[in-house]
């Protein structure tokens, strides 16, 4: 499948606008607790263990960005996700990470670790013989 420039340049700035906005760690919980409905800034905050004013700020940025939208009804504001690509990116990640059945080959690391990214440089090295080995 071909693409020409113009189209690829274009379609490669609104990703990388999509990924810069999930590149912060709490925009990006926020979204993962919306991609199964809506929720208030309350309900958000309490999950992210946080102030509101918080969770505001970053709504706010989502929403300039077209990722989430706002319903009001009476003095609460629901929040939802607003954006298609945002929606498969989510459920994408949720899938490789989060998932209970592990996809890719990757197993999902126990909460309180962290995997590493990649392997450290010294473990991707391939061991090289001594000059008494190779003898």
């Given amino acids: 499948m071909k693409i020409e420039p113009d189209a690829m340049e274009n379609a490669a700035e609104q990703a990388s606008e999509l990924l810069k906005s999930l590149a912060n760690r709490h925009r990006?919980?926020?979204?993962?607790?919306l991609v199964d409905g809506?929720?208030?800034?309350?309900?958000?905050?309490?999950?992210l263990k946080t102030r509101d004013s918080t969770v505001s700020q970053h709504l706010a940025l989502l929403r300039k960005d077209g990722l989430v939208?706002?319903?009001?009804?009476?003095?609460?504001?629901?929040?939802?996700?607003?954006?298609c690509p945002a929606q498969q990116v989510l459920e994408t990640l949720?899938?490789?990470?989060?998932?209970?059945?592990?996809?890719?080959?990757?197993?999902?690391?126990?909460?309180?670790?962290?995997?590493?990214?990649?392997?450290?440089?010294?473990?991707?090295?391939?061991?090289?013989?001594t000059p008494t080995e190779t003898k």
């Fill in 28 to 33: 990006l919980l926020i979204l993962c607790q």
């Fill in 38 to 47: 809506e929720r208030s800034v309350g309900d958000l905050a309490a999950f």
């Fill in 69 to 83: 939208q706002a319903r009001r009804e009476a003095q609460t504001i629901y929040y939802s996700i607003a954006s």
């Fill in 94 to 129: 949720f899938a490789i990470y989060c998932s209970p059945t592990p996809i890719c080959g990757m197993v999902p690391a126990p909460a309180e670790s962290k995997p590493p990214l990649r392997e450290p440089a010294a473990a991707q090295r391939t061991p090289t013989k």
